[in-house]
Each structure stands twice: as structure tokens, then as C-alpha cells.
């Protein structure tokens, strides 16, 4: 129905010629009813309901057509363009005919993956949900909360938060997630008929306009430069195989400028021979607006009154793109400067050290420098070799004496406990606070990354109330899961967590404790499993040096390696050692690493009768380290939760074996369920069963070709989980911060 009021008002902001604006509109499956798991998507019904609106008040026309009107600035009046992504079945059955009825032109931008015979990946997330069971479900990224899917609103609520979480996933790991979801499924999945190059070569031949949408629809800046150069590149020339014809027109994955793609990302659809590209903001396209970067947005009113009024507010707001960096960050390979906080930093050693020493030895230079201890808060010593450390390191490290208080004895009384705040503690933190601030400010820090939780946090919030830098918390699991502090150190890790910009955990394991225990919504939390440095832990053959020292010519060596500390399982090793003692007397296990427990591992050791069997190594060299990893022919760290929480957040430890092209044995317990996967890298065990722990290792050990598969799959797991990978990660973890909320 025409509307001579409606068609004012929109001719008012929207006139011929070079003042015009184009109003591009997005949308995705039209399906005839919407799936019960998507209520909130477009069906028919509302969709002609559209459709009849414009055809009486607006001037359709094809996007090609529209983009060159735009850029000679004689657009029609009230000029609109519709657009379509993805690729769905739905199209050719609902759209296509709708379309035609009204000689109506769309542009479909297509996803290239599922033409051979994929699935879309939001499209398979709603599939397994529908069939998932109503409890008892093991779910991926931080979701361990929905344990109750008895009803159809937790899992409407579930798939679209999968949705949205996985978005910012690497593929391997949404690829992960996703085969975990329907792995678990207890009904047939119901997915969506295919819509394959036919589909792509029906529409093409109706007379309506083909658009690229990549290949497997990523978030760009979540890409390499070259997965996304074969992303925008790729599908645009399967596309035009397909319909024997060029593909001028790309729409980005997602679309929102500076979050999901860059001007990088602009410049390679450039390269790629695009004539124009499209983002997902509000506004409408003018002869100002940039061809690549034309911005579009979805309906989602149908009522004529209340169109008119989204069209013309669309109309009125500012067009969002991506830009090049301004100023000092224009030359820099990122603009993050970020000032890593931590305690626990190489010399020592460690597991959250190793993390973070990879971090900056692969961060882009300029963007990383550390704030850590001379002396170690623990026993008020010297950090042993940290000035030949610092020298050696390409990346600027600043030292202070302490960034925490000293682990002293509970205070006797309220007296000393005060003494100890105002004489002490708050001294400390005064200084600690200074040289922070001093440091911000002379390095223009924007980013802060705190290594511990409960003791880093406040410095980063100091920063973030003084100088405007974002907030990254870096969690490993243990200190969610440990119940240690009391109600007050508890109610500040949640405090800490809550106001941080962004919450990096090393685990899924870790995720699900971060938003159980802690309370947090899945879309603050970044998942980055630790990755291995496969410059240092390669495979090579056995030391001699070490088979010498420790007698083992003729034996087969299995190791274990890690803080001597109760969770490790290191006790409950020994006595599997101490089941196959008779079976297998070449057996030999050594032990690297010291710790709490030592003197009652020492006891273990006598009292099942093995001093001549198992060694106590101590701490060692980092080349004696990789020498015990070549030699072993096994590596066993058969973890488990004890009862305050205390847990193992991922297992570093085991992908460093498997970079060595070990076998692994690990415990069924906290992360390690993710740094081991079962039948591919190693086998996971109860940690609390001896039995089980050696029938195991004789598993292993005595089937040749299993050892073979699982070293050869977990060499190409940590090959793929490499600390580079894991530096990329949380180099866009910070872009993305610092993206969405400049500092």
C-alpha cells in the first residue's frame, strides 16, 4: 500500500541524485515456519510483508546496479538494495519465487564450504542442541553451567550463546566444540537439505546476483593474513567456476568494521579484483561512503509505520568502517603495548612462566614488556640468573624486589597482622603502584595483563582508573578452583574477574570453572590453550649422558615431570611402578622435579621396595630436561582433583612429551582431559586407581604400534598448538579489547 507520507518522509533523507542514499538489507534463511530452536528468525510471512512495502514507497534495484548509481552519485530516490548470506535450500523455495513476484532483484553471498557438501557451522551448533540429552551434557568454552536442558527455552538460550561464543573461535576449535556437541546427540540430527553448486547456478540463472561470503565464514581478524587472503580470495573464484561468470560483489563474515575485519582485510577484497564489499553496521551508503565498506543492516520490523521509522533512523546514522591506523600506531605491526604483570617469570620455573615467556618471545616487537620480582616472595631469595636472563631476552623486562607481600606464617594476633599491613605491606604496594604507573605512562602502556589473580588484579585495575588501559586477567585453573584465602579472597577473585576486560583461560576445564564458580557470562572469557615451543621440544635420540648417569643401558625408561606436589599423581605412579615390578623388571622411572611432597615420595619409594627402580631426579637443566624427554620411551603424570579443588588447569608438561615424539598418560582430571586426547596423543586414567595406572602403562609399553600412533598424533597435536599460535591468539585477544573499546 502506497503511502504518500511514508514515501516523503523516506524521499526527505533519501533524494535523487548525489545527495541519495542507498539502504542496503540484510537477510539470511527465510524459512516457511521458524525452527522452534530460532524463534527470532525471518520467516515468509513478514518477509513479503517487506517486500510489499518496498515495492510501493522504496526504488529496488539490483546491488550492482545500485553500487555504480552510488558512485556516480545518480541513485534514485528512496533507493534500496537486498542481500542475502550464507547459503540455504529455503531460497530457491521461499525467496527466489517471492522475489520474482514482484520483479524484485537480490545479491546472494555464499559460503563456499558447505557447497561440497558441508553444513553451516551455526547450522550444525542448532542440530546438536536439539538432540542433545536433557542432563548430564558435556559442553565446550565456559557452557558447563547449562546442566538442566529439559526445557525448550535453555536450549533456545544455549544454541544462540554457542553461536555467538564460537564466532570469535579458531576453526580447529569450533570444529572441536561442535563434534563434541553432536557426539553426545541422542536423537538424529536434523540439518538443513543441502544447498550445493546447483543450488548456486539455479539462482544465478533466475537472473539474481552471486556474491562471495569466504569459504568456511571465519571472523577475518581472527585469520592470518594468508587464511583470510585464501578465504576472500577462494570462494570468489569457486563461485565464478561455478556460474561461468565473474564474482564482483563480497559481503564479511559477520561484518561489524574494526571487530570482525580490518582495513587490512579491506585491502586484500581490493587485491582479490572485488568491485565492491559490504559491512554489517547501521547506516545508509552515500557517495562519501567507501565501495568497500558499504554498510547494510537486517529488519526486523514488518508493520509499514514501524519500517518507515528503522528506515529512516538507519538513514540517519553514521556510517561505521574501518580505518587505517592514526599516529604512533600507524608504523607499528599492531597498535597493543601491553605491560605483562607477573610474579612467577622465567628464571623461575614453572608452568604459567613457560606460558608467558612464549608469549613475549613471539608477541610483534613493541607490543609486550614485563613488570616481574627479583626476589622470590616465597623464601625472600635472589631469583637465581634473572640479570643474565633479562639481558638475553629481545623483549625489555622491568624488576622490582616484590610485586606481592612475602608468604610469611599466619600472624599470631590482630596486632601483628596490623603491623605487618602498615609497616610492610602497604610500603610495598605503594612502590609497586609507582614504578607501575611510571612505567604506563613513559611506554603509553594500554593494556595490562595480569599473570596472578587473587595478587595482580588490583594493579590492574589501578591502572585502568588512572590511565584508561584495558584489563586482561590470564587464568590457569587452579586458582578458580582451589579453595584457598577464605570468603574474602574469594569474593575478590570474583570481584577482579567481573571488572576485567577480558578473562584469557588455558582450558576449557578452566572456562567452565570461570563461569560455574565465578559467575561469568561465556562471551568474556578468551580460550587459549597453552602451546608448546617446538623450537626447543623437538625429537632426537636418547642421551648417552643420561642413559650413563642413570644406569638404564638395557631399560625402558618411563618419566614423569612437574612440581613435587599431590595432584600430580606422582605417588600413585610409583606404586603402578611398584604392581609391574616382577612383569617388567626392565622397568626404570625417573622423577624430574622437587617440591613439598619429596620426602614422603621418599617413603613411597621404600615402602614398595623400589630404590633401585625409581629415581628422584631433583630439578635439572633445560638441557638435561629435553635430554630425559628423548630418552624416555614413556611419559606418565597421572593427575587428580583433590578435595579443596586443587587441580590441574591444562598439562603443559604433555605436549612438551608429545613435541618429543612420546607417548603421554595422564590423569581423567581438570584440563588435562584437553592438553590429552584419548587414542590420539596419549590414554587418560583415574588417577585414584593403581590398578588402572599400571595396567596402562603395560598398555603402552607393550603394543609397539600403539606407541607408534599415539607419538605420531601427538607430535602433530603440538605441532599444531605451537606457542606461536597461541602468541597470534592472544595478540587479537588484545586488538580485539582494544578494538571494541579504545583506550
Same mark, same amino acid.
Given at each position: ?9 523516506l524521499s ?5 541524485g ?6 542496503i ?8 515456519v ?7 528468525? &525471518?520467516c ?13 514507497? =522504496?526504488?529496488v ?5 545500485? $553500487?555504480?548509481?552510488?558512485k556516480?552519485? %545518480?541513485?534514485p530516490a528512496?533507493?534500496v538494495?537486498l542481500t542475502?548470506?550464507?547459503?540455504y ?5 521461499t525467496v527466489a519465487?517471492?522475489l520474482?513476484?514482484?520483479d ?6 555464499? $559460503?563456499t564450504?558447505q557447497?561440497d ?7 550444525r ?11 548430564k ?5 565456559g ?12 536450549r ?11 564466532k570469535y ?8 566444540a ?5 557426539a ?5 540430527l ?5 544447498f *550445493? ?6 539462482l ?6 552471486i556474491?562471495?561470503?569466504?569459504k568456511?565464514?571465519?571472523i577475518? %581478524?581472527?585469520?592470518?593474513h ?22 564482483t ?10 571487530k570482525?575485519?580490518s582495513?587490512?582485510h579491506?585491502?586484500?577484497? %581490493? ?7 559490504l ?6 551508503a ?6 568497500? !565498506?558499504?554498510p547494510r543492516?537486517?529488519?526486523?520490523e ?7 521509522y528503522?528506515?529512516l533512523r538507519n ?14 600506531d ?6 597493543v603495548?601491553?605491560l605483562?604483570?607477573?610474579s612467577?617469570f622465567?628464571?623461575?620455573h #614453572?608452568?604459567?612462566a613457560?606460558?608467558?615467556e612464549n ?7 613493541g607490543?609486550v614488556r614485563v613488570?616481574?620480582a627479583k626476589?622470590n616472595?616465597? @623464601?625472600?631469595?635472589?631469583?637465581e640468573?634473572?640479570? !643474565? ?6 623483549y ?5 624486589d616484590f610485586?606481592?607481600p ?8 590482630m ?9 610492610s ?9 609507582a $614504578? ?13 595483563v595480569?599473570?596472578?589473580l587473587?595478587?595482580g588484579?588490583w594493579?590492574g585495575?589501578?591502572m585502568r @582508573?588512572?590511565?584508561?588501559?584495558? /584489563? ?7 586458582e578458580i ?5 577464605g570468603?574474602?579472597?574469594?569474593h575478590r577473585?570474583?570481584?577482579y574477574l567481573?571488572?576485567?576486560d ?9 572456562c567452565d ?8 557470562r561465556p ?5 587459549i590453550?597453552? #602451546? ?13 649422558h643420561?642413559?650413563?648417569?642413570? !644406569?638404564?643401558?638395557?631399560k625402558? =625408561?618411563i618419566l614423569?615431570?612437574?612440581r ?13 611402578? *611398584?604392581?609391574? %615390578?616382577?612383569? &617388567? ?16 615420595l621418599?617413603?613411597?619409594?621404600r615402602?614398595?621396595?623400589?630404590s633401585?627402580?625409581v629415581?628422584?631426579?631433583?630439578k635439572?637443566t633445560?638441557d638435561?630436561l629435553?635430554?630425559y624427554?628423548?630418552?624416555c ?9 583433590m578435595p579443596?579443588?586443587?587441580?590441574e588447569?591444562?598439562g603443559?608438561?604433555?605436549?612438551e ?9 595422564g ?6 582431559v ?8 596419549g590414554?587418560l /586414567?583415574?588417577? $585414584?586407581d593403581v590398578?588402572?595406572i599400571?595396567?596402562?602403562i603395560?598398555?603402552v609399553l607393550g603394543?609397539?604400534a ?6 605420531a598424533g601427538?607430535?602433530?597435536l603440538?605441532?599444531?598448538n605451537?606457542?606461536?599460535s597461541v602468541?597470534?591468539q592472544?595478540?587479537k ?11
Amino acid at each position: 500500500m502506497k503511502s504518500p507520507l511514508f514515501r516523503g518522509l523516506l524521499s526527505s533523507l533519501s533524494p535523487q541524485g548525489a545527495k541519495g542514499k542507498l539502504s542496503i538489507l540484510l537477510f539470511h534463511k527465510i524459512p516457511r515456519v521458524a525452527d522452534p530452536l530460532t524463534p527470532g528468525e &525471518m520467516c515468509v510471512e513478514p518477509f513479503e510483508h517487506i517486500l510489499d512495502f518496498l515495492q510501493d514507497n =522504496m526504488t529496488v534495484l539490483p546491488l550492482s546496479d545500485a $553500487t555504480a548509481a552510488l558512485k556516480r552519485g %545518480k541513485l534514485p530516490a528512496r533507493a534500496v538494495a537486498l542481500t542475502f548470506d550464507d547459503g540455504y535450500a529455503e531460497w530457491l523455495d521461499t525467496v527466489a519465487p517471492a522475489l520474482r513476484k514482484r520483479d524484485m532483484h537480490g545479491t546472494f553471498f555464499v $559460503t563456499t564450504e558447505q557447497i561440497d557438501g558441508g553444513v553451516l557451522w551455526h547450522e550444525r551448533i542448532v542440530a546438536a542442541v536439539r538432540a542433545l540429552p536433557p542432563s548430564k551434557v558435556s559442553l565446550p568454552y565456559g557452557f558447563g553451567s547449562y546442566g538442566d536442558l529439559s526445557s525448550r527455552e535453555s536450549r533456545i538460550q544455549l544454541a544462540g550463546e554457542l553461536q555467538e561464543r564460537l564466532k570469535y573461535a579458531s576453526l580447529p576449535d569450533r570444529l572441536r566444540a561442535i563434534e563434541l556437541l553432536e557426539a553426545q546427540a541422542v536423537s538424529p540430527l536434523v540439518l538443513p537439505s543441502h544447498f *550445493g553448486a546447483a543450488s548456486v547456478r539455479d539462482l544465478h540463472a533466475q537472473g539474481f546476483g552471486i556474491g562471495a561470503h569466504t569459504k568456511s565464514h571465519p571472523i577475518l %581478524k581472527e585469520c592470518t593474513h594468508a587464511e583470510a587472503m585464501t578465504e576472500i580470495g577462494g570462494s570468489r573464484e569457486q563461485l565464478a567456476h561455478i556460474i561461468g561468470a565473474p564474482v564482483t560483489l563480497f559481503a564479511y563474515p559477520n561484518g561489524r568494521p574494526q571487530k570482525d575485519y580490518s582495513i587490512e582485510h579491506v585491502r586484500m577484497v %581490493k587485491a582479490c579484483g572485488y568491485s565492491a564489499a559490504l559491512a554489517t553496521s547501521n547506516g545508509a551508503a552515500s557517495c562519501a561512503s567507501d565501495l568497500f !565498506q558499504l554498510p547494510r543492516f537486517a529488519p526486523w520490523e514488518h508493520e509499514p509505520t514501524r519500517l518507515t521509522y528503522q528506515l529512516l533512523r538507519n538513514m540517519l546514522a553514521r556510517d561505521k568502517r574501518a580505518r587505517p591506523r592514526t599516529g604512533a600506531d600507524s608504523a607499528a605491526a599492531t597498535p597493543v603495548r601491553s605491560l605483562l604483570i607477573a610474579s612467577t617469570f622465567p628464571p623461575i620455573h #614453572g608452568g604459567s612462566a613457560v606460558v608467558y615467556e612464549n608469549l613475549c618471545l613471539h608477541l610483534p616487537p613493541g607490543s609486550v614488556r614485563v613488570l616481574a620480582a627479583k626476589r622470590n616472595y616465597l @623464601n625472600n631469595r635472589e631469583i637465581e640468573g634473572w640479570q !643474565q636472563h633479562d639481558a638475553e631476552v629481545e623483549y625489555p623486562v622491568d624488576r622490582i624486589d616484590f610485586l606481592r607481600p612475602l608468604m610469611l606464617p599466619a600472624p599470631a594476633n590482630m596486632l601483628v597482622s596490623a603491623w605487618r599491613l602498615l609497616c610492610s605491606d602497604l610500603i610495598l604496594y605503594a612502590r609497586t603502584l609507582a $614504578t607501575t604507573a611510571w612505567l604506563v605512562r613513559r611506554h603509553r602502556i594500554n593494556t595490562i595483563v595480569v599473570g596472578e589473580l587473587v595478587t595482580g588484579s588490583w594493579l590492574g585495575l589501578a591502572m585502568r @582508573n588512572l590511565f584508561g588501559c584495558k /584489563v586482561i586477567i590470564y587464568v590457569h585453573g587452579e586458582e578458580i578452583t582451589t579453595e584457598t584465602g577464605g570468603r574474602l579472597a574469594g569474593h575478590r577473585r570474583v570481584q577482579y574477574l567481573q571488572a576485567a576486560d577480558k578473562v584469557v583461560a588455558v582450558s576449557s576445564f578452566t572456562c567452565d570453572a570461570l563461569t560455574h564458580l565465578m559467575g561469568m557470562r561465556p562471551e568474556k572469557i578468551a580460550l587459549i590453550h597453552n #602451546g608448546v615451543d617446538t623450537d626447543r621440544f623437538t625429537p632426537g635420540p636418547p642421551s648417552a649422558h643420561l642413559i650413563e648417569k642413570h !644406569q638404564l643401558q638395557g631399560k625402558r =625408561m618411563i618419566l614423569s615431570v612437574g612440581r613435587l606436589v599431590t595432584r600430580k599423581g606422582v605417588d600413585m605412579a610409583i606404586r603402578a611402578v *611398584g604392581r609391574l %615390578k616382577h612383569e &617388567m623388571p626392565e622397568l626404570r622411572y625417573l622423577i624430574v622435579g622437587d617440591g613439598e611432597n619429596r620426602a614422603e615420595l621418599e617413603q613411597v619409594i621404600r615402602d614398595e621396595g623400589l630404590s633401585e627402580i625409581v629415581t628422584l631426579v631433583g630439578k635439572t637443566t633445560d638441557d638435561d630436561l629435553l635430554g630425559y624427554l628423548r630418552t624416555c620411551e614413556l611419559f606418565i603424570l597421572p593427575n587428580r582433583t583433590m578435595p579443596n579443588g586443587d587441580t590441574e588447569g591444562f598439562g603443559l608438561v604433555f605436549r612438551e612429551a608429545n613435541a618429543c615424539r612420546k607417548p603421554v598418560i595422564g590423569g581423567r582430571a581438570g584440563g588435562v582431559v584437553e592438553a590429552v586426547v584419548e587414542g590420539v596423543s596419549g590414554l587418560l /586414567v583415574d588417577g $585414584t586407581d593403581v590398578e588402572a595406572i599400571a595396567g596402562t602403562i603395560k598398555a603402552v609399553l607393550g603394543d609397539p604400534a600403539l606407541a607408534a600412533n599415539l607419538s605420531a598424533g601427538g607430535y602433530k597435536l603440538a605441532q599444531d598448538n605451537n606457542t606461536k599460535s597461541v602468541a597470534d591468539q592472544f595478540l587479537k585477544v588484545c586488538e580485539r579489547v582494544l578494538d571494541q573499546h579504545p583506550a
